[in-house]
């Protein structure tokens, strides 16, 4: 059997968040599957931000672009956010799957509605346009943010698993919501102890997108080049975007 080379880009440039997500990634990825976790050499630490979004952006399409020269089979982009996944999916050979389209999918397969846990309340609007914009806002019966900063998600001297377990937990009961989607690529490593804990499905994106982009490969489904996909036309980019000149 052929092996799988799957991305998994976390477009911050938090190393150890980025570990978190990889070892995530492998952990339900099939054994002929190889995960590579990268994150990119420049942008912000964590995306919490519109700012944020658009910064991690370039640094996210360089590391599409070394995933192109590496022959890498698929990619996820592993922030909540969906960053740049268009212009990815423009850049990608292969699949390229976000971690909030993978989630909200998945969560309206297991159940009618569904709810995201974020971090930060600045977030939560992107999570609404995220549902709206995948055809999921009759399935979304709320956003709640923990309130607690991406990279502390990340501290073991903190106690954001406690936290953000009793967040869910809190939210099946007040929104009624049939299953929980985790709103951070950060959660990933807190999935199994909150399933434990709140009696419905919990969803890492991580997880769900890792396996579609290795189902896609499987079946030989790659995106389409016939109209808005398509590889951007040859043009000059200046300054600092100098290298990105395609
Ligand atoms: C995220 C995420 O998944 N990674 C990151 O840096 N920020 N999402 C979020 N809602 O804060």
Redesign the pocket.
Known sequence: MTHIGIRVINP?TARAMTENIGRCARAVAAPSTVVTAVNPAMGPE???SHYDEALAVPGLLAEIAAGEAAGADGYVIA???DPGLDAARELASGPVVGIAEAAMHAATLVGRSFSVV???AR?TGRAWDLAARYGFAGACRGVRACDIP?LELDDPSSDARKVVTALCAETVERDGCDSIVL????MAPFCADISRTVGVPVIDGVAVATKLVESLVSLGLRTSTRGEFAPPGPKRYTGLLRDFTV
């Not at 709103?183 to 950060?186: F, K």
């Open positions: 911050n964590s995306i919490e922030c909540f956010g974020t971090t930060l977030t991406v709103g951070c690529a950060g």
